[in-house]
């Protein structure tokens, strides 16, 4: 119960990655249906992505998106946007205030405390990551359909004994 | 020290005969133009190198920078030509235009094919030996090395049957596999070793590098047998198996080019790499001297049972190879010098015995030794020009060959290797056990019954016994003549 | 610190996971693979990653699915494993 | 213009695939051209950079403009070309450009209808491949690797092969893998260090505390066997052989000299650039255990390559095995290893196609793959024998070929840094390569085999019936396919004769992140 | 294979976990991805505070895909288009019409025509709000979560809808072969077009500041606003077109007849 609360607990997201992503590895090396190896692949790459929102996992934060009242015309906050902007060059410190839902705290950016939302970066890698998965699956499954064209099976011991034996269909 | 000519002389004697190749292949269709492309080849050749011998004997150096090294990277591609270059450089040019005289006659007398491809890989083995002759550092020498063992693959395969194959496999198999095996590991030992020189001019490469014994045998030993061209026992089977080529290959390029290439970079290795010094220190030249002893004797044994006229020629070749390496081996001036010289007086002697094997199965379609009874009357000049050969390849006046052979044994006198003397002297005797009877037999045993027929003069073409006498007379002016030998040779061991 | 909801879907993603790879229907298992996706999208969502959230429900658990259904129909519904 | 080289190295195939995709759909024939001139515009823009780079260092090209002063680095996307990958980019496209040209009407008929997608997967293939090698970022490499590495699944898919259709579906499996390996191991990185960047990352490696962390060493090892996965390292080769000697002849040869290469780079980039050669050869010490895997690799490749009675799975499996040399060289961890490593880079990529693009000629020419069946080829095709001899004898390592050279630094950093096994084995697998190119040689040169001399008879005549002795290049293939080959064989070996500057390049790099880093040098 | 794939599987495992309790512990703000490392502050740490000021975006997510990291955006749309490419090329086949008479796996035999009322007719009606919604997800991708990707999926997915609940011809009577390989090409000839622009306007490759000089009345903030709205049409079109060809090919082993 110890090594629980103290290394699995706090950690679970990732224990819980781990495995998923040792289910997907292992369906993908040992199952013989290749769709059933493509069900593994999928869980090995939302394993994937599940580690990285982890990373990005902030305690008592919000969703990285500014609240903005943005019916207030956009010319004009551009131009506050613009001048602050200059303001800010010579500000470096991030000094950290409370923060603030109206629309003045987030144009004075040193307003914004970064403990307050979600680390947006691997959300944003974590799309790219899906999409990728996605068009890998489709390719995979294309091929898998291609497959089935030449072979009438998707099993992968009857494709290799066909292919041992060249017979219908193998073009050796 | 000798004072260097820059001059791009060694590159064009190099590229005569690579430039010939495309002519060559070129005039496939026009026999005439063909070998007469040969021929011009041949003599510019020889020509070019010619200009290059007063430079050479008036004790200066050429050189030439083909390829720039950069900053240490790798050592430049580099022609340097000295006395012992020069020497190589004129047996093998003045020879290739015998040879082409000899080729034309044999292979038209025989109807070769593919006499286009024979003639210009021919020219390209001539440009790699040229180019080893030449080579200014190690890298150059590995490089033309490697060059000539490709190009003479197609002239030994070059009867394209089960025979030649096997042969080829065997000729490759020793040649690459010793040179990547074993020379090539020890070129880059001995760039690291030297911090990144390879060059041959001035003091030898390794004579101020930190070498222990075990390292030097070792690199020595790598090197000795990684130029497998130089015929040493175990690695020396390539040269009997390459005998299936047609003669004039077997004539220039196993009695001449290629096997001396082999030697000529042990010598290179002996005193360019390692330095008399420095071997003398380390002690370590005498486990070569007695594999080349070694060598020598059990080649000799082995010839006297070859039948094939060509395979006892290849077995005393490989002995005569191990003379060499011995005489060098003993680190004596005088065997260096004799090493030296007997490239050039083995290599007249043998190319005659060559060409007349040659000549004999041109005119009869013989092969063995057993068939010559009685060939001396039909063939008389093939026959004496043998006898000659053979004279001069054991050592027997008025030959060229006693002259290096002289040197040779007063080398091993100097360096008070008696064994290895006697070594000399047993293996001389032993050269005249298994050449004299070939020549006894054709002169004094009668034909056999069935072929009692043949009567008067049956000679092999005009263009097969011009050759061969040209070289048997070579082999005695020599013996006349060897001031310019000498000279070169002097210049080599002087300079040390 | 997580919260339980976490802890909850954590495992049932694990025996989704574990099921789709053993039914050996292979439309069954696309759907429970649909399941799958929703509940790591439920996840998402809860841990603040909105957009990946909205990204896999429309491409894990809809698209993705489709295809497969799109494939399985033109092979073999029966995986031997 | 010249600042924004970086960028238009990568955007000229891109704009290319998409013009392909747009008009070429009506009518083929003017795919080619399309794909002809964009692949030109990248091979200048390479060698732009390539002068650029050597005589100025290193260029820095910020995407988007984000490198103002407080920006910090990482928050945009960098490209980064210094000597190292300016050189690979002119492989890249060269090799590019020379299948390119061979792929003229060829591609047309391997794939009549999809002419068009062929060539746009092409072009992408390209785009990722340049994309890997100009990027900075580490997660960008990432992106890049799954344009290339989708764009050649498809390409091996395409042919009218069954096999390489399954052969697909493997690459595509390990493919992922790898790639997801790499990707979560960038994640670990980025969770200790909060930077994608591989400067930024670098920079943060370099405080000795992370010497000791476990999360950084498990990132290495996820980023390393990814990339040993997609670079076919010995015992994750699995995929290769029959993915690339199944799919279709252009394919083959655009695949098999960039694919592992680029994939080697990636090694060397993420051993050098991102961990740096203090870390990855002082804290964690490896070095001697991957020198011995690669040692394995080599002999292993060799041997299984001896086995093979089919000409491209000969030569895929010695890809195999000189992957084995440039693993091993990058890993000996001395100066001299590195310098060969990424000099075999060039000159395997070079005397890849060479082979390649020679033995798909041959293959097409005979109607058949297997190595006994070339009787005879080098009357009938001289030229193309002697590009393929020129290829062999590189493989070899014959001097003046670059394949010697190669050899001869990566033995020279094997000696020096005592790893007497690597050197044997090098020296083994050359003898092997001798063994196999030779066989092949004697096959091709002697003509059939007196045995068997009438099942091939009725090919003989017709191709004399062709041909004939009549003219020199009769039974030549079409100058389209013989003219990339040639080229490929005179770079081979200008490659090797002027190995000199190509190395000065390769140390120029090299001294921006040295091998033998500064812990070690201390010492 | 089996016992190879467990070890494989169990050794990967087991050195993943070992470098978990090395873990910044899960939902720590100071992590150093979170938080930064000493003196070197962390990326997103910048992107949270700055985004606003330096894009005037207030969904930060959009921000970091369309502009700082706008150059892997792209490529994520390539791999896209490559995907689509891709599946065309290994599926789609020319030759002539073959009877349906293979076997499917699936038994789709709908019990009689009622059924088929039923969902065209809820079809109809949801078709163009589910494509009312995908394009407000593009849009709103600034302020709220989606964007093209998420956007452009929603739309592909309604033209699957159609093909699904009508047939396959149907819904390429919609929206042709030509016509989305098309879609696709012009989509990411947007996203490079702006970057383009940007390289023709003398500034980086993406640098969405400067097309403030040929937008009307924009300042260079706003200029990448707008330039990130414009990229995420480009993704969406490839998207939308990519993923419609996806279904395409597969739904009809790349005859492009019927489907199901």
Known sequence: MEFLNASVIPYFNYWIYVVLMMIGLHAMITKNNLIKKLIGMSIFQTAIILFYVSIGVKTGSTIPILEHHHDEGHAETAHAVAESGDHHAEETDHEKSDHGNNEHAIEADHGIDPDHFANPLPHVLMLTAIVVGVSTLGVALAISQSIYKDFGSLEENEILAKIKQGGPGVDV | ?496 | ?81 | MSEQLPAIILLAPLFGALLTGLAGNRDHRRCFPILISALAVSFGCAIALLVQVSQSGPIDYFVGGWNTERVPLGVGIQLRIDALNALLLVVITTVALLTAVYSFRRAGEENTEKTPQFYMLFQMLCVGLLGITVTADAFNLFVLVEVSSLTSYALVAMGSKSRGTVAAFNYLIMGTVGASFYLLGVGYLYMQTGTLNMAAIHEILADPAFGKSSTVFVAFILILVGVWIKMAFFPLYGWLPNAYSYCPSTTSCLLAPLMTKVSVYVMIRVMLSIFGADWVFQSLGWSHTVVWLAVIAILAGSVLALAQVELKKMLCYLIVAEVGYMVGGAWLANHWGMVGAIYHILADAFMTLCLFIAANIFIKHCRADRIDQLEGLFKRMPLTSTGFVVGALAMIGVPPTAGFFSKWYLLRGGIESGQWGYVIALLVSSLVNAVLFFRIIEIAYFGKNPAESHDHAHDEDSHQGQAGEATLLGGEGRPATVIPLLITAAIVILLGVFNAPVVEIIQQALEGMPVVGAAAAAR | ?260
Request: aromatic share 12%; charged share 10%; hydrophobic share 55%.
């Open chain 2, 1 to 496: 020290m000798d004072s260097v000519v820059h001059s791009s002389l060694p590159l064009w004697a190099c590229l005569a005969s690579l430039l010939a190749a495309p002519a060559i292949v070129l005039f496939r269709r026009e026999l005439f133009l063909r070998e007469a492309t040969t021929f011009v080849a041949a003599f510019v050749k020889f020509g070019l190198v010619l200009a290059m011998l007063p430079i050479i004997t008036s004790g200066k150096v050429i050189e030439f920078t083909l390829v720039e090294g950069f900053g240490g990277v790798v050592a430049p591609i580099l022609f340097r030509v000295d006395g012992l270059g020069m020497l190589f450089a004129l047996v093998a040019s003045s020879l290739w235009i015998v040879t082409s005289l000899y080729a034309i006659g044999y292979m038209r007398g025989l109807h070769e094919h593919s006499q286009t491809r024979f003639f210009a890989f021919f020219a390209i083995s001539l440009s790699a030996t040229l180019g080893v002759a030449f080579a200014g550092n190690l890298l150059t020498l590995y490089l033309f090395y490697e060059m000539l063992s490709l190009a003479t693959w197609p002239l030994v395969t070059h009867h394209q049957d089960k025979e030649a194959r096997t042969g080829g496999r065997t000729y490759l198999t020793y040649l690459l596999g010793t040179s990547i095996g074993f020379a090539l590991p020890a070129l880059i030992f001995t760039w690291i070793k030297s911090g990144g020189d390879l060059s041959f001019a001035g003091d030898a490469i390794l004579a101020s590098a930190d070498l222990g014994p075990a390292q030097g045998l070792i690199l020595l030993l790598a090197f000795c047998f990684g130029f497998s061209k130089a015929g040493m026992m175990p690695f020396h089977s390539w040269l009997p198996g390459a005998m299936v080529a047609p003669t004039p290959v077997s004539a220039l390029l196993h009695a001449v080019a290629v096997v001396k290439v082999g030697v000529f970079c042990v010598i290179r290795v002996f005193t360019a790499v390692f330095g008399v010094d420095l071997l003398a220190k380390l002690g370590v030249a005498t486990v070569i001297s007695w594999i080349a002893a070694f060598t020598v004797i059990v080649s000799s044994l082995i010839a006297m049972s070859q039948d094939n006229l060509k395979r006892r020629l290849a077995f005393s070749t490989i002995g005569q190879l191990s003379y060499i390496v011995l005489g060098v081996s003993l680190l004596s001036a005088h065997a260096v010098q004799g090493s030296m010289m007997h490239i050039a007086m083995h290599a007249f002697g043998k190319i005659t015995l060559f060409f007349c094997a040659g000549a004999i199965f041109v005119a009869t379609g013989k092969k063995y030794v057993s068939q010559l009874s009685g060939l001396g009357k039909t063939m008389p000049f093939t026959m004496g020009a043998f006898a000659i050969g053979a004279m001069s390849v054991t050592g027997v006046p008025p030959t060229g060959g006693l002259l290096s052979k002289f040197y040779l044994v007063w080398g091993a006198a100097d360096a008070q290797q008696f064994a290895l003397l006697a070594v000399y002297l047993v293996s001389s005797v032993l050269n005249g056990v298994y050449f004299f009877p070939v020549v006894y037999r054709a002169f004094f045993k009668p034909a056999p019954e069935g072929e009692a027929a043949v009567e008067g003069i049956r000679e092999a073409p005009l263009a097969c016994v011009l050759p061969l006498s040209i070289t048997a007379v070579g082999s005695v002016l020599l013996f006349f003549f060897p001031g310019l030998l000498l000279e070169l040779t002097k210049l080599m061991t002087g300079a040390q």
């Open chain 5, 1 to 260: 294979m089996k016992w190879f794939g467990l070890i494989a599987t169990v050794f990967t495992g087991i050195l993943l976990l070992s470098a978990v309790p090395d873990f910044a512990a899960f939902g720590d703000p100071d992590s150093p991805a979170n938080g930064g490392l000493g003196d070197h502050p962390s990326v997103s740490q910048y992107y949270i505070t700055d985004t606003y000021t330096d894009t005037k975006v207030p969904n930060i997510v959009t921000a970091v895909l369309a502009d700082y990291r706008g150059y892997d955006t792209m490529f994520e749309t390539v791999v896209i288009f490559a995907a689509g490419i891709a599946i065309f090329a290994i599926l789609r086949s020319f030759s002539g019409p073959v009877a349906p008479s293979h076997p499917t796996a699936i038994d789709t035999s709908v019990e009689g025509d009622h059924q088929r009322i039923i969902i065209g007719t809820t079809c109809r009606v949801i078709i163009p709000v589910i494509q009312l919604f995908a394009l407000y997800v593009v849009a709103h991708g600034h302020h709220s979560p989606g964007g093209g990707f998420q956007g452009g999926v929603i739309l592909g997915a309604s033209f699957i809808l159609v093909a699904l609940a009508k047939d396959l011809s149907a819904a390429l009577g919609r929206f042709s072969e030509k016509r989305y390989l098309a879609l696709g090409s012009v989509g990411i000839l947007i996203y490079a077009g702006f970057g383009l622009l940007c390289v023709a306007l003398e500034r980086n490759f993406l640098d969405y500041e400067i097309l403030h000089r040929i937008m009307p009345a924009t300042d260079p903030i706003m200029a990448r606003s707008h330039s990130m709205l414009g990229v995420e049409v480009g993704v969406a079109f490839t998207v939308t077109a990519i993923m419609f060809a996806i279904y395409a090919n597969l739904s009809s082993k790349g005859r492009l007849e019927q489907g199901f």
């Open chain 3, 1 to 81: 610190m997580i919260v339980p909801f976490d802890i909850i879907i954590l495992i049932f993603l694990v025996i989704t996971a574990l099921i789709s790879l053993r039914v050996r229907d292979l439309l069954g298992a696309t759907m429970i693979l649909g399941v799958y996706s929703f509940l790591i999208c439920l996840l998402w969502a809860e841990m603040g990653a909105v957009d990946v959230a909205f990204t896999e429900a429309a491409v894990g658990a809809g698209v993705s699915t489709v295809f497969m259904i799109a494939t399985i129909y033109h092979t073999r519904r029966h995986s031997s494993d």
